[in-house]
């Protein structure tokens, strides 16, 4: 059977690379010749045999075929990546990989590597969106469409209002993600049960060495794995992301509702199919597709919080299923990001369609605006909360626009004159401040982007 992810339909190869059998097999050969490198310099072994181990660990592409054989018989996957290099090795040398080290110094060491990746993938696409929201903002920004509350029209707002909040909710996800990278992204070289016992002596010097070489931060102290609340706190990133990713879809698939019609997502004529029954269709697939998929992805929190808990200072019960959920989590949230950044910047916005959404509740949405202007001119609040109430209710019954209700009382023109409850609907009086708010959010996104801020740990150097 194959996957959607293993059929590539999902995710860019940018990613989908991170996680393929070569490339997490050649992460453990370079691993282990980091190890040999750094145990060379402090005498743990000869350095002859630590250069070669290092040469041939730059080298090296692992037999896939060879590391199955050795893997049918040992039932140990490291065991046979370790096997398949170190005979590539001169005999004199081959013994001396992995010298020292136990399993989860190059399982762990190598997801690390991986994550790093990740981060630094879904950090650029993170960004893509952020500066899609913002071209977006500045252009459409200052249309003014009605606002809901309970799916029912409430004030007015702007575009560029609707979508700030979406590019606030993702700025905190930014700044979520450069602040994890340094707790997530940690390598370990420590050891059977992590003391640094088969290391010698000087053992934290190798361990800290050998992970300066792959670009890594040592932990200041670990069991024999990573505690995996480091792994946990990046899946729970990715399912945050990937919910503040689905309400920005969820507003855009209802806002695409015919009774609605105020944006929709882009669509190729002539080429696209909508519905395969009916030709007219033109659905919200992209933002559907985001809907579905954060579903699954907030569903991978369960195992990596499950995988906290570990028996003494080491058990596999977080193995197998984190070949799942770390792949899953990264790969499918990129395609979210892709796929959220295409529709924003394709998205089709339709200005007709929101003058006439306004129209419909006859300026009904001003009730509180006149509410207001009563209380300032003295009268009391519940008095004039309950005027305002029988006033809808006749302008809903009656299909009259509410001003027109509202000049026609008397109790409400010996406090506000007409002429004033005209200059309510003044257009774009209505908006409060959302361009101020909108203009405000992107400076702030601008500035968690400006140079300077955090990059992959991995690419230091």
Not at 58 to 68: F, G, I, S, T, Y
Not at 277 to 291: D, F, Q
Not at 328 to 345: G, H, K, N, Y
């Amino acid at each position: 059977m194959t996957t959607p992810l293993d059929s590539g339909r999902y995710g860019t190869e940018e990613i989908r690379s991170l996680f393929t059998d070569r490339a997490r097999y050649a992460l453990f050969i370079r691993v282990e010749g980091a190890l040999a490198e750094a145990q060379g310099r402090h005498g743990v072994i000869p350095p002859e045999a630590a250069r070669h181990i290092a040469r041939r660990a730059r080298e090296h592409v692992p037999d896939l075929a060879a590391v199955a054989r050795i893997e049918k018989t040992s039932r140990h996957e490291l065991f046979a990546v370790v096997r398949e290099f170190s005979e590539r090795c001169d005999s004199a040398y081959g013994r001396y990989v992995h010298h020292g080290a136990t399993s989860s110094d190059v399982l762990d060491t190598t997801l690390a590597l991986q994550l790093d990746g990740a981060v630094a993938v879904l950090r650029t696409r993170l960004t893509g969106l952020m500066a899609a929201l913002r071209g977006r903002i500045e252009g459409d920004g200052d249309r003014v469409m009605i606002g809901r509350t309970h799916g029912q029209h409430a004030q007015p707002v702007t575009l560029g209002f609707k979508l700030a909040v979406v590019l606030d909710q993702l700025t905190r996800c930014l700044a979520r993600l450069d602040e994890l990278r340094g707790r997530a992204v940690m390598g370990k070289v420590a050891g059977a049960v992590g003391t640094l016992g088969g290391l010698g002596p000087l053992g934290p010097r190798v361990q800290r060495d050998a992970l300066e070489l792959l670009g890594l931060p040592a932990p200041q102290i670990c069991a024999q794995a990573v505690a995996r609340d480091r792994i946990a706190e990046f899946v729970l990133w990715t399912a945050l992301t990937a919910a503040c990713l689905e309400n920005l879809a969820t507003e855009i698939r209802n806002l695409q509702r015919t009774e609605i019609g105020e944006v929709a997502e882009s669509f190729a004529e002539g080429g696209q199919i909508g519905s395969s029954a009916m030709p007219h269709k033109r659905n919200p697939v992209r933002c559907e597709r985001i809907c579905s998929l954060a579903r699954l992805v907030r569903s991978l929190v369960g195992p990596a919080l499950e995988n906290v808990v570990t028996w003494h200072e080491r058990d596999l019960a977080n193995s197998a299923n984190e070949r799942f959920t770390l792949p899953e989590a990264s790969v499918l949230l990129d395609e979210m990001l892709t796929c959220a950044t295409d529709v924003v910047m394709d998205l089709r916005v339709f200005p007709e369609r929101m003058t006439a959404n306004l129209a419909l509740s006859r300026h009904a949405h001003l009730s509180e605006a006149v509410l207001l202007a009563l209380v300032d001119r003295g009268m009391d609040r519940l008095a004039g909360y309950r005027l305002l109430q029988e006033a809808s209710a006749v302008a809903a019954a009656d299909r009259r626009d509410l001003l027109e209700v509202l000049a026609d009382d008397p109790r409400v023109v010996a406090v506000v004159p007409a002429r004033e409850l005209a200059a309510l609907a003044a257009p774009g009086a209505d908006v409060g401040a959302s361009a101020e708010l909108a203009r405000e959010t992107v400076e702030r996104a601008v500035g968690a982007l400006r140079p300077g801020t955090p990059t992959a740990v991995g690419a230091r150097t």
